[in-house]
């Protein structure tokens, strides 16, 4: 299991299928990622999973699709 002191601050975040998910605004907490709002075409935060990130190494790699992440994250209202 990833642990959540690998996971930085303005870290890029891929999909399984290289694709551009976001960048790490900050850890909400031990279990969730919250990607910056600067960085989402609608303008809103949005949460993931940490059980989603598949590996850490210079990025956050996560073991979903973009299409999958995208249909369900969170998203955030602030």
């Known amino acids: 299991m990833i642990s ?3 996971i930085k601050d303005h870290m890029e975040v891929k999909s399984v299928d ?4 976001g960048t790490v605004d ?3 907490g031990n279990s969730r990622i919250k ?3 600067q960085d989402s075409r ?3 935060h949005h949460e993931i999973p940490l059980d989603w990130v598949d590996h850490v190494d210079a990025h956050v790699h ?3 699709k973009a ?3 995208q249909a369900t994250w969170t998203d955030v209202q602030n």
Not at 18 to 21: A, E, F, T, V
């Open 67 to 69: 299409t999958d992440v």
């Open 4 to 6: 959540a002191s690998q």
């Open 18 to 21: 290289g694709k551009h998910i």
């Open 35 to 37: 990607l910056t709002k």
């Open 26 to 28: 900050h850890l909400d």
């Open 42 to 44: 609608d303008g809103k």
């Open 62 to 64: 996560l073991s979903k």
